[in-house]
């Protein structure tokens, strides 16, 4: 018989490490899935906001998980393929079939792609979504960052530091991002922007040569060693039960508790509807649904 946890969290991002960790110090059996790599987007950010002294993403990622394995959370290495009920508990398949009763999905979201020729054919060859892993490839070369966010401004301010130039390309006429990044990306002058501009195709050989942009007055090539791409992000909710109603983007919908219209299903971080996006906000909830789960189990 498969073993039943009081809780089971899927996802091993900042939020369900978050949650697992909570929950298992308030005494109830709690199991974390993930099928990639532990840590979630976060490992991709290099400073985090608003915790001061903690290194990387990376490290904040490692402390969490770390820490879950001394409390006794039991990390499983399988992707959840689906979420049933199962007589007042719940049955979570993923590499087999694993008890629990109460759910948390906490599987966060994957970066979009930009859907453009070139894209999937470079991916490794100079296409990449991570400047603090991939950044010193690219030394004193040209590169392009797509985006007008936080991430984006982030990302290229890392590629700064090695890079020649950074082009930055954004479809709008101002930056999306916070203050803060914005007038660091304004006083780097290895970083310029083109503004109303979106990328067309991504050209090269054996790698990134190349990146055709259009903008108002007609399209042209921008030499370039490789491209990342920080457009906005997808919910990975796809194994959701169809009882737990989503947005028009995929991520589910909760009430102010965060519990979703299937009961005993909880969702928090990035795999919901109404998610801030701040690192800090997501530790909340995950605290706030550990309590919340607790309260509900005594």
Same mark, same amino acid.
């Not at 009961?263 to 109404?274: K, S």
């Given at each position: 018989?498969?073993?039943?946890?009081?809780?089971?969290?899927?996802?091993?991002?900042?939020?369900?490490?978050?949650?697992?960790?909570?929950?298992? /110090?308030?005494?109830?059996?709690?199991?974390?899935?993930?099928?990639?790599?532990?840590?979630?987007?976060?490992?991709?950010?290099?400073?985090?906001?608003?915790?001061?002294?903690?290194?990387?993403?990376?490290?904040?990622?490692?402390?969490?998980?770390?820490?879950?394995?001394?409390?006794?959370?039991?990390?499983?290495?399988?992707?959840?393929?689906?979420?049933?009920?199962?007589?007042?508990?719940?049955?979570?398949?993923?590499?087999?079939?694993?008890?629990?009763?109460?759910?948390?999905?906490?599987?966060?979201?994957?970066?979009?792609?930009?859907?453009?020729?070139?894209?999937?054919?470079?991916?490794?060859?100079?296409?990449?979504?991570?400047?603090?892993?991939?950044?010193?490839?690219?030394?004193?070369?040209?590169?392009?960052?797509?985006?007008?966010?936080?991430?984006?401004?982030?990302?290229?301010?890392?590629?700064?530091?090695?890079?020649?130039?950074?082009?930055?390309?954004?479809?709008?006429?101002?930056?999306?991002?916070?203050?803060?990044?914005?007038? /660091?990306?304004?006083?780097?002058? /290895?970083?310029?922007?083109?503004?109303?501009?979106?990328?067309?195709?991504?050209?090269?050989?054996?790698?990134?040569?190349?990146? /055709?942009?259009?903008?108002?007055?007609?399209?042209?090539?921008?030499?370039?060693?490789?491209?990342?791409?920080?457009?906005?992000?997808?919910?990975?909710?796809?194994?959701?039960?169809?009882?737990?109603?989503?947005?028009?983007?995929?991520?589910?919908?909760?009430?102010?508790?965060?519990?979703?219209?299937?009961?005993?299903?909880?969702?928090?971080?990035?795999?919901?509807?109404?998610?801030?996006?701040?690192?800090?906000?997501?530790?909340?909830?995950?605290?706030?649904?550990?309590?919340?789960?607790?309260?509900?189990?005594?």
């Amino acid at each position: 018989m498969p073993r039943t946890y009081d809780l089971i969290v899927i996802g091993e991002g900042v939020s369900g490490l978050a949650c697992a960790g909570h929950a298992r /110090r308030a005494g109830l059996s709690v199991a974390t899935f993930e099928s990639n790599l532990f840590g979630g987007l976060v490992l991709n950010v290099n400073e985090l906001d608003g915790y001061p002294g903690v290194e990387s993403g990376t490290h904040f990622a490692s402390e969490l998980i770390e820490a879950n394995a001394r409390a006794g959370v039991t990390s499983i290495q399988e992707e959840v393929t689906a979420i049933r009920p199962a007589g007042g508990a719940f049955e979570v398949s993923a590499g087999g079939v694993h008890g629990s009763r109460q759910v948390v999905i906490a599987s966060g979201a994957r970066l979009k792609k930009l859907g453009v020729p070139g894209e999937s054919e470079f991916e490794g060859r100079g296409v990449s979504s991570c400047a603090d892993c991939d950044a010193p490839m690219f030394q004193n070369e040209d590169v392009v960052v797509v985006g007008g966010g936080d991430s984006a401004l982030q990302e290229a301010l890392v590629l700064a530091k090695f890079c020649r130039r950074v082009h930055i390309v954004h479809r709008g006429s101002r930056f999306r991002a916070r203050p803060h990044f914005v007038e /660091r990306i304004g006083a780097e002058p /290895r970083v310029s922007t083109i503004w109303n501009a979106t990328v067309e195709a991504i050209l090269g050989g054996k790698m990134v040569e190349k990146v /055709r942009v259009k903008r108002d007055r007609g399209t042209g090539e921008i030499a370039s060693a490789g491209l990342f791409a920080y457009v906005g992000l997808e919910p990975n909710t796809a194994f959701a039960p169809p009882e737990a109603a989503r947005d028009g983007r995929g991520c589910l919908a909760t009430n102010g508790e965060f519990e979703t219209a299937m009961p005993g299903v909880w969702a928090i971080g990035a795999a919901r509807a109404g998610y801030s996006g701040l690192l800090r906000d997501a530790v909340i909830e995950a605290q706030r649904v550990a309590d919340s789960v607790r309260d509900r189990l005594d």
